[in-house]
């Protein structure tokens, strides 16, 4: 049974760097057939996909996003990472990690993790 | 960029009642389209893909139809479990985009 785990720092201070790891156990982060994303969640608001990386590093992120977002992926170690520069409180949010496959939406979603920017 | 426009963004129903869904996307996307459920504190779970295909394990009462810009995400006979919130989320092209939600509560 694929897993995704998310792990990093649960508080960034304003101007910062967030910076998050996805684990994938259970699978390979390598497959051709998936790509690899984030997606956040603000307390009590909706859905936001934040970008997707595949295993060759090739990338897809959002355009309000770009200036500010990179993802990087670790083969050797089935996992793959987001940073976000220059955050403010408007990045507080769970931030979930997750597989995309290539024809058909999300499948299978990391449990989230809250990260809160505050000074 | 593609707006997946969601109603209602809330609903109150008994246990046992029809409920349906609505998301419009504001160009055509075929049929690349997902339905999932939130609970509170838990990531999404899918429920269908392309459109109205039901993912294994999630119970028949619920469907989806639809193709290019309406869709539906149907659940026949609403029980305790189903009270949640509903995502829609097309994946046709980038940026991915999501419905508002849909809160289903109970009456």
């Known amino acids: 049974q694929l897993q995704l785990q998310e792990s990093g720092p649960g508080l960034v201070r304003p101007s910062e760097t967030l910076s998050l790891t996805c684990t994938v156990s259970?699978?390979?982060?390598?497959?051709?057939?998936?790509?690899w994303g984030w997606i956040r969640q603000p307390p009590g608001e909706g859905l936001e996909w934040i970008g997707n990386?595949?295993?060759?590093?090739?990338?897809y992120y959002k355009s309000s996003l770009k200036s500010r977002v990179t993802m990087s992926v670790d083969t050797s170690k089935n996992q793959f990472s987001l940073k976000l520069t220059s955050v403010t409180a408007a990045d507080t949010a769970v931030y979930y990690c997750?597989?995309?496959?290539?024809?058909?939406?999300?499948?299978?979603w990391g449990q989230g993790t809250l990260v809160t920017v505050s000074s | 960029d593609i707006q997946m426009t969601q109603s209602p963004s809330s609903l109150s129903a008994s246990v046992g009642d029809r409920v349906t869904i609505t998301c419009r996307a504001s160009?055509?996307?075929?049929?690349?389209l997902g339905w999932y459920q939130q609970k509170p504190g838990k990531a999404p779970k899918r429920l269908i893909y392309?459109?109205?295909s039901l993912q294994s394990g999630v119970p028949s009462r619920f469907s989806g139809s639809g193709s290019g810009t309406e869709f539906t995400l149907t659940i026949s006979s609403l029980q305790p479990e189903d009270f949640a919130t509903y995502y829609c989320?097309?994946?046709?092209?980038?940026?991915?985009?999501f419905g508002q939600g849909t809160k289903v509560e109970i009456k």
């Open positions: 392309a459109a109205s």
């Open positions: 160009h055509g996307i075929r049929n690349d």
């Open positions: 259970g699978g390979s982060i390598s497959s051709s057939s998936y790509y």
């Open positions: 997750a597989r995309i496959p290539r024809m058909v939406p999300i499948d299978y």
């Open positions: 990386i595949y295993y060759s590093g090739s990338t």
């Open positions: 989320l097309q994946h046709n092209s980038y940026p991915l985009t």
